[in-house]
C-alpha cells in the first residue's frame, strides 16, 4: 500500500465557503484533532514505517476525515441519498438518521431521498420508489434495528442507476454496505466519471465480520459480538448441567473469525474457538476431538464457539459449489459437522456425551446498535456527510487508530481483512480457551 494507493478523488476545487468553517479555522493537530490539510500515517510503528524505504514525503498515509473550511457543493441547492445493501447490521437506522440529520442541521441541504431495497431501489424495472427522509420521518430510526429503506444483495446495470441519480437531480449518494456494496459504489462511481458528472459517491462500510480493511472497526460489530457472548454464556449454563456436556456455538464469519474470538473473549467460558484463519484437525493424537475428550474428562464439560467459515477444506463438498445473489459461495455448516463428529467419536468409544446446539444467527444481525455503536454511527455518517459536501468521492469513511480517515473505494476492497495467526487477538483467544496452539 502506497501514498498514491490512498489518494482520494474529488470531483473539483471547492467553490463555496462552508457553515462549519468557523469550527476548523485556525485549530492545529493535536492528540485530540487532525488538521484538514494533515494526514494520518498508515504505519503505527517505527520498524515498519523504516521497512518502506522511501522518503518521508512519499510514505502512506490516510486523509483525515472532518469538516472542511470549503465546499464543493451549494448547500442550499445540493441534493443527497442514501441507500443500504447487503445484510442487515446493528446500526443500519443509526447512521441513515446521523446522515439526514448532519445534512439538515449543518448544511441546510433541503432534500434527501432514500432509495428501497439496496442497489435494487436505483433500478426502476424493480418498481420501488424512492421516499423522502426528513428529520421528521428519521427521529426515532435508531431505537429499532435493521434499516427502514430496506436492503438486498445482488448487482444491477450500473448505467440504469445512473441514469436513476440524474433523474432524480441527486449530487450525492451514500452508500451503506459491504465490500460487495462497495465494489458496487466503484462501479457506480465509473459511470458517473465516464460522463463526465458532478455526483459523489461517499461510503459507510458495514459488515457484520468486521473484515473490511482499513477502516479500524466496523459500525454494528460491537453490538453483534456482544450478542453472540450472551450465547455462549448460555451454552456453558447448558453443558455445565449435563453429564459430559458439549456445547456448540455458531457465529457469523464467513471468512473472518472476528465475531467468535471477540465474543468468546467477552464472555470468558469457551473452551475451544474455531475461525476460518486457523486450520484444524479433527482426528488424530493432536485432533480437536482428542483435546475434546481431555477438556471435557478434566472439566466435565466444554463449549466450542464455531465460526460459520472455519473447516471450509473438510466440509466444503457438502456445500456442492452453489453462490449467493451476490456470488458468494453457499458454505456448508461446520458446526454441524463438529457436532455429528463430536457424536460419533463418543458413540464408537462407548461414552455418553450430551450435546446442544446455539445459533444466534440473524438475530444478531437485527438488532439495535448498543450505545457505543451508536455514538460510532453518528461520527461516521458525519464524517461520511463532510467528506460528500466538500467534493470527495469513490471513497468510504473509516476510524484508523482513534482517528476519522477518508479512504479510497478500491484500497478497502483489494482484499480481506483477517484475524491473524501470528496477532495479538488470537493470542488473546489461545491465553482465555487455554486450547492449543496448533490443532492439526
Same mark, same amino acid.
Given at each position: 500500500?502506497?501514498?498514491?494507493?490512498?489518494?482520494?478523488?474529488?470531483?473539483?476545487?471547492?467553490? @463555496?465557503? /462552508?457553515?462549519?468553517?468557523?469550527?476548523?479555522?485556525?485549530?492545529?493537530?493535536?492528540?485530540?484533532?487532525?488538521?484538514?490539510?494533515?494526514?494520518?500515517?498508515?504505519?503505527? $510503528?517505527? +520498524?515498519?514505517?523504516?521497512?518502506?524505504?522511501?522518503?518521508?514525503?512519499?510514505?502512506?498515509?490516510?486523509? %483525515?476525515?472532518?469538516?472542511?473550511?470549503?465546499?464543493?457543493?451549494?448547500?442550499?441547492?445540493?441534493? %443527497?441519498?442514501?441507500?443500504?445493501?447487503?445484510?442487515?447490521?446493528?446500526?443500519?437506522?443509526?447512521?441513515?438518521?446521523?446522515?439526514?440529520?448532519?445534512?439538515?442541521?449543518?448544511?441546510?441541504?433541503?432534500?434527501?431521498?432514500?432509495?428501497?431495497?439496496?442497489?435494487?431501489?436505483?433500478?426502476?424495472?424493480?418498481?420501488?420508489?424512492?421516499?423522502?427522509?426528513?428529520?421528521? $420521518?428519521?427521529?426515532?430510526?435508531?431505537?429499532?434495528?435493521?434499516?427502514?429503506?430496506?436492503?438486498?444483495?445482488?448487482?444491477?446495470?450500473?448505467?440504469?442507476?445512473?441514469?436513476?441519480?440524474?433523474?432524480? +437531480? !441527486?449530487? !450525492?449518494?451514500?452508500?451503506?454496505?459491504?465490500?460487495? /456494496?462497495?465494489?458496487?459504489?466503484?462501479?457506480?462511481?465509473?459511470?458517473?466519471?465516464?460522463?463526465?458528472?458532478?455526483?459523489?459517491?461517499?461510503?459507510?462500510?458495514?459488515?457484520?465480520?468486521?473484515?473490511?480493511?482499513?477502516?479500524?472497526? /466496523?459500525?454494528?460489530?460491537?453490538?453483534?459480538?456482544?450478542?453472540?457472548?450472551?450465547?455462549? $454464556?448460555?451454552?456453558?449454563?447448558?453443558?455445565?448441567?449435563?453429564?459430559?456436556?458439549?456445547?456448540?456455538?455458531? &457465529?457469523?464469519?464467513?471468512?473472518? +473469525? @472476528?465475531?467468535?474470538?471477540?465474543?468468546?473473549?467477552?464472555?470468558? &467460558?469457551?473452551?475451544?474457538?474455531?475461525?476460518?484463519?486457523?486450520? @484444524?484437525?479433527?482426528?488424530?493424537?493432536?485432533?480437536?476431538?482428542?483435546?475434546?475428550?481431555?477438556?471435557?474428562?478434566? #472439566?466435565?464439560?466444554?463449549?466450542?464457539?464455531?465460526?460459520?467459515?472455519?473447516?471450509?477444506?473438510?466440509?466444503?463438498?457438502?456445500?456442492?459449489?452453489?453462490?449467493?445473489?451476490?456470488?458468494?459461495?453457499?458454505?456448508?455448516?461446520?458446526?454441524?459437522?463438529?457436532?455429528?463428529?463430536?457424536?460419533?467419536?463418543?458413540?464408537?468409544?462407548?461414552?455418553?456425551?450430551?450435546?446442544?446446539?446455539?445459533?444466534?444467527?440473524?438475530?444478531? #444481525?437485527?438488532?439495535?446498535?448498543?450505545?457505543?455503536?451508536?455514538?460510532?454511527?453518528?461520527?461516521?455518517?458525519?464524517?461520511?456527510?463532510? %467528506?460528500?459536501?466538500?467534493?470527495?468521492?469513490?471513497?468510504?469513511?473509516?476510524?484508523?487508530?482513534?482517528?476519522?480517515?477518508?479512504?479510497?473505494?478500491?484500497?478497502? &476492497?483489494?482484499?480481506?481483512?483477517?484475524?491473524?495467526?501470528?496477532?495479538?487477538?488470537?493470542?488473546?483467544?489461545?491465553? /482465555?480457551? %487455554?486450547?492449543?496452539?496448533?490443532?492439526?
Amino acid at each position: 500500500m502506497t501514498l498514491a494507493d490512498l489518494q482520494v478523488k474529488t470531483l473539483g476545487d471547492p467553490r @463555496f465557503d /462552508s457553515p462549519l468553517a468557523s469550527y476548523v479555522k485556525g485549530r492545529a493537530t493535536n492528540q485530540y484533532y487532525v488538521a484538514e490539510d494533515d494526514r494520518i500515517l498508515l504505519d503505527d $510503528t517505527v +520498524g515498519l514505517v523504516q521497512g518502506r524505504d522511501v522518503p518521508w514525503e512519499e510514505i502512506a498515509t490516510f486523509e %483525515a476525515g472532518g469538516p472542511r473550511a470549503r465546499l464543493f457543493f451549494p448547500p442550499r441547492s445540493t441534493r %443527497a441519498a442514501i441507500v443500504t445493501c447487503g445484510g442487515l447490521c446493528p446500526g443500519l437506522n443509526n447512521v441513515i438518521r446521523a446522515v439526514v440529520r448532519a445534512l439538515d442541521d449543518h448544511y441546510g441541504v433541503p432534500e434527501v431521498l432514500g432509495f428501497r431495497n439496496g442497489y435494487a431501489g436505483l433500478d426502476p424495472a424493480s418498481g420501488l420508489p424512492p421516499v423522502v427522509l426528513t428529520r421528521d $420521518t428519521v427521529a426515532d430510526i435508531h431505537e429499532r434495528g435493521g434499516t427502514v429503506l430496506g436492503s438486498s444483495r445482488g448487482a444491477r446495470d450500473p448505467g440504469v442507476m445512473v441514469d436513476t441519480l440524474v433523474r432524480h +437531480g !441527486i449530487d !450525492i449518494l451514500f452508500v451503506v454496505g459491504g465490500d460487495g /456494496s462497495m465494489r458496487g459504489a466503484h462501479v457506480i462511481h465509473e459511470e458517473i466519471e465516464r460522463r463526465g458528472l458532478e455526483i459523489a459517491v461517499v461510503g459507510v462500510p458495514k459488515t457484520i465480520d468486521n473484515d473490511i480493511p482499513h477502516i479500524g472497526q /466496523s459500525f454494528g460489530f460491537q453490538t453483534a459480538f456482544a450478542k453472540a457472548a450472551e450465547s455462549i $454464556t448460555a451454552a456453558k449454563v447448558e453443558a455445565q448441567g449435563a453429564l459430559n456436556g458439549v456445547a456448540v456455538v455458531k &457465529t457469523m464469519g464467513r471468512h473472518a +473469525g @472476528f465475531i467468535a474470538c471477540y465474543a468468546a473473549l467477552a464472555s470468558q &467460558t469457551a473452551s475451544f474457538v474455531l475461525i476460518p484463519e486457523v486450520p @484444524f484437525a479433527m482426528a488424530g493424537p493432536n485432533g480437536l476431538l482428542a483435546h475434546l475428550r481431555r477438556r471435557v474428562s478434566d #472439566r466435565g464439560y466444554a463449549v466450542i464457539v464455531v465460526a460459520e467459515g472455519a473447516a471450509q477444506e473438510l466440509v466444503a463438498e457438502a456445500a456442492g459449489g452453489a453462490t449467493d445473489a451476490s456470488g458468494n459461495a453457499v458454505l456448508a455448516d461446520p458446526a454441524r459437522f463438529v457436532l455429528e463428529r463430536i457424536r460419533e467419536d463418543y458413540a464408537a468409544r462407548g461414552e455418553e456425551v450430551t450435546l446442544r446446539y446455539f445459533d444466534p444467527g440473524y438475530t444478531i #444481525r437485527s438488532v439495535p446498535a448498543d450505545p457505543a455503536d451508536a455514538v460510532y454511527c453518528a461520527r461516521l455518517a458525519q464524517t461520511a456527510v463532510h %467528506a460528500a459536501m466538500s467534493g470527495r468521492t469513490d471513497m468510504v469513511v473509516g476510524r484508523r487508530r482513534h482517528r476519522f480517515v477518508n479512504v479510497p473505494i478500491p484500497a478497502v &476492497t483489494q482484499r480481506a481483512h483477517n484475524v491473524s495467526p501470528d496477532g495479538d487477538l488470537w493470542l488473546s483467544v489461545l491465553e /482465555s480457551t %487455554a486450547q492449543p496452539l496448533s490443532m492439526t
